[in-house]
């Protein structure tokens, strides 16, 4: 190409005023010499006293290759999101990484990750602004014949932010998770199933799930009912596994943020859904009211269900809290149990009302334990009263709707395998909500971090490397 030179002033496109050059200025050497093409006018008056770009240099491709200012491809970078939310730590992310032929330090999985995290947040938000303003688009366009929206809550440990390297002023802090699903079922004539489930009826099994729902609730179970479990009678699991449905899809929202932000989060993912135009709807789970808060102002159309393994758990510690003997309380729970499933819970709360005359009810500024018959017995009433009209059973398995949370309970437990743990402490208080968003595009059975990647712009300027 060959090699160009003038001496007349020109407008610089960068809007530099013109520059001339002094005819005694001598020539600089070939060496130094741009090429141009000859008969088009170099942009600047002086080309080899040229000023930087303000921005620094740029590649023109570097948009079209999705490459931001980090310095990894975009599948590099996609790999290195995906371990952070996959494995449990981050040095286990870069240990993984590093196996597979990416150097990279915990730090750098951790910066790369929470900034991964903040842009899939951002996106949320605008989905629930634009929900908002009735301008969000559904992004399926076939209405699932089932809609189940089911809400639950996990705990995760937090520490005050700023203090200093170490933990101070630790507290438990609760994160919502959110299960949306469309699942696969038909109107039944009658009630399928009138009579529990066989694994209802099994005494240890039973124990072993109260205790570790109370568990995750920080409560304790009774003396008594653990003594009934410790039996050495070994107790097979009668319960098939139901085979995966490849025509179900399961997507799930995360967020520490209070109920009243949360509930718009998930109405925006179930409009994305077009879950609002399913034929039947349901939003199940547990007595506690924000959940309820949620499902009267977001899903009001959707049939309420009530969880009714949290059922089981109160009607169990109210029965061996007032029953005599063991074989006295295990016949009041199957009774209990028979009559919630059968959808004759009036008859239940009658019958614990009754007892918690005869019991007692602790006063007010007393101070009662956990396990005080008194106290088992008034939480079973209060919860079966404040929940009566959300657990017509008969009539939701007639419908083919789901009457547990067991899909979000087991969701919890894979959110909490990654931000939960004794070593684990979030800054509050959003320290953990961008790896929330992160698990929850991995958890997440519609390709969203794929799509994520696959949309995600490029930055024409690459970071400048430290002098």
Same mark, same amino acid.
């Given at each position: 190409m060959? *090699?160009?030179?003038?001496n007349e002033?020109?407008?610089?496109?960068?809007?530099?005023?013109?520059?001339?050059?002094?005819?005694?200025?001598?020539?600089?050497?070939?060496?130094?010499?741009?090429?141009?093409?000859?008969?088009?006018?170099?942009?600047?008056?002086?080309?080899?006293?040229?000023?930087?770009?303000?921005?620094?240099?740029?590649?023109?491709?570097?948009?079209?290759?999705?490459?931001?200012?980090?310095g990894?491809s975009?599948?590099?970078?996609q790999?290195?999101?995906?371990?952070?939310?996959? $494995?449990?730590? *981050? !040095?286990?992310?870069?240990?993984?990484?590093? $196996?597979?032929?990416?150097a990279?330090?915990?730090?750098?999985?951790?910066?790369?990750?929470?900034?991964?995290?903040?842009?899939?947040?951002?996106?949320?938000?605008?989905?629930?602004v634009?929900r908002?303003?009735?301008?969000?688009?559904?992004?399926?366009?076939?209405?699932?014949?089932?809609a189940v929206?089911?809400?639950?809550?996990?705990?995760?440990?937090?520490?005050?932010?700023?203090?200093?390297?170490?933990?101070?002023?630790?507290?438990?802090?609760?994160?919502?998770?959110?299960?949306?699903?469309?699942?696969?079922?038909?109107?039944?004539?009658?009630?399928?199933?009138?009579?529990?489930?066989?694994? *209802?009826?099994?005494?240890?099994?039973?124990?072993?799930?109260?205790?570790?729902m109370?568990?995750?609730?920080?409560e304790?179970?009774?003396?008594?009912?653990?003594?009934q479990?410790?039996?050495?009678?070994?107790?097979?699991?009668?319960?098939?596994?139901?085979?995966?449905?490849?025509?179900?899809?399961?997507?799930c929202v995360?967020?520490?943020?209070?109920?009243?932000?949360?509930?718009p989060?998930?109405?925006?993912?179930?409009?994305?859904?077009?879950f609002?135009?399913?034929?039947?709807?349901?939003?199940?789970?547990?007595?506690?009211?924000?959940?309820w808060t949620?499902?009267?102002?977001?899903?009001?159309?959707?049939?309420?269900i009530?969880?009714?393994?949290?059922?089981?758990?109160?009607?169990?510690?109210?029965?061996?809290?007032?029953?005599?003997?063991?074989?006295?309380?295990?016949?009041?729970?199957?009774?209990?149990?028979?009559?919630?499933?059968?959808g004759?819970? /009036?008859?239940?709360?009658?019958?614990?009302?009754?007892?918690q005359?005869?019991?007692?009810?602790?006063?007010?500024d007393? /101070?009662? !334990?956990r396990?005080?018959?008194?106290?088992l017995?008034?939480?079973?009433?209060?919860?079966?009263?404040n929940? !009566?009209?959300?657990?017509d059973y008969p009539?939701?398995?007639?419908l083919?709707l789901?009457?547990?949370?067991?899909?979000v /309970?087991?969701?919890?437990g894979?959110?909490?395998?990654r931000?939960?743990?004794?070593?684990?402490?979030?800054?509050?208080?959003?320290g953990?909500?961008p790896?929330?968003?992160l698990?929850?595009?991995?958890?997440s059975?519609?390709?969203?971090? /794929?799509?994520?990647?696959?949309?995600?712009?490029?930055n024409?300027?690459?970071?400048r490397?430290?002098?």
């Amino acid at each position: 190409m060959p *090699f160009c030179w003038s001496n007349e002033p020109r407008p610089c496109p960068l809007r530099f005023p013109a520059l001339t050059v002094d005819a005694s200025v001598r020539s600089p050497p070939k060496s130094v010499r741009s090429p141009c093409i000859a008969d088009k006018p170099y942009p600047c008056g002086n080309r080899w006293r040229t000023v930087p770009l303000v921005g620094g240099t740029f590649s023109p491709l570097r948009t079209d290759l999705r490459l931001d200012n980090h310095g990894y491809s975009p599948q590099a970078l996609q790999h290195i999101t995906a371990a952070a939310a996959h $494995l449990g730590s *981050f !040095a286990d992310a870069a240990q993984a990484l590093q $196996l597979a032929g990416i150097a990279i330090s915990s730090r750098h999985v951790e910066r790369i990750a929470r900034e991964m995290g903040q842009e899939l947040i951002r996106q949320r938000d605008d989905k629930v602004v634009q929900r908002r303003r009735r301008q969000l688009l559904a992004r399926v366009a076939t209405a699932p014949a089932v809609a189940v929206v089911e809400i639950d809550g996990g705990r995760q440990r937090t520490r005050e932010a700023g203090c200093g390297p170490g933990v101070h002023q630790p507290e438990n802090k609760e994160n919502k998770i959110a299960c949306l699903l469309n699942v696969r079922s038909e109107v039944q004539p009658s009630d399928p199933q009138p009579q529990p489930p066989e694994a *209802f009826l099994l005494p240890r099994r039973v124990q072993r799930l109260v205790q570790r729902m109370k568990g995750q609730a920080g409560e304790t179970v009774p003396e008594a009912a653990v003594a009934q479990a410790e039996s050495p009678e070994q107790v097979k699991d009668s319960a098939a596994k139901s085979r995966a449905d490849p025509q179900r899809v399961r997507t799930c929202v995360a967020s520490t943020q209070e109920s009243q932000a949360f509930g718009p989060m998930v109405a925006a993912e179930a409009q994305e859904r077009n879950f609002y135009q399913a034929q039947r709807r349901a939003f199940v789970a547990d007595g506690a009211a924000y959940n309820w808060t949620i499902q009267q102002g977001y899903f009001p159309d959707f049939e309420p269900i009530v969880d009714f393994m949290h059922v089981l758990c109160y009607i169990y510690l109210a029965s061996w809290a007032s029953g005599a003997t063991e074989a006295e309380r295990w016949s009041r729970y199957v009774a209990w149990l028979t009559s919630c499933w059968q959808g004759r819970v /009036e008859e239940v709360i009658a019958t614990l009302a009754a007892e918690q005359e005869r019991l007692g009810v602790p006063g007010t500024d007393e /101070e009662v !334990a956990r396990s005080d018959p008194r106290k088992l017995v008034a939480e079973a009433v209060s919860y079966l009263r404040n929940n !009566a009209g959300r657990m017509d059973y008969p009539r939701y398995r007639q419908l083919g709707l789901p009457v547990t949370s067991s899909l979000v /309970e087991s969701l919890v437990g894979e959110f909490n395998a990654r931000v939960k743990d004794r070593r684990k402490f979030w800054n509050r208080p959003g320290g953990a909500e961008p790896i929330l968003q992160l698990r929850a595009a991995v958890l997440s059975e519609d390709e969203r971090l /794929e799509r994520f990647f696959a949309t995600r712009t490029g930055n024409r300027y690459r970071r400048r490397k430290a002098a």
